[in-house]
């Protein structure tokens, strides 16, 4: 079964233009492809550039939490209060 798109959908970009050491927009997490080509995709194209673009966010922010916490050793008792 088709679904039916009754709206387009929205371009992911917030307006920070910057590219990261990985070739990412720093904004919308979008490939140089994905955000040349954006005007070009279908529907379901974009969905998935959508659903990526979350995907790597999600590791960029899990990467800065794990370098902001500290590091425990397994062989340490945890504090229980």
Avoid: H
């Amino acid at each position: 079964m088709e679904q039916l798109d009754f709206f387009p959908v929205p371009s992911p970009c917030i307006g920070v233009c910057q590219v990261n050491n990985r070739g990412y927009c720093k904004g919308c997490f979008r490939s140089r492809e994905e955000r040349f080509g954006w005007l070009e995709f279908t529907n379901e194209q974009k969905r998935n550039v959508v659903k990526i673009c979350y995907q790597r966010r999600q590791r960029v922010e899990r990467a800065k939490r794990e370098k902001n916490q500290p590091v425990e050793l397994p062989d340490q008792q945890r504090d229980l209060f």
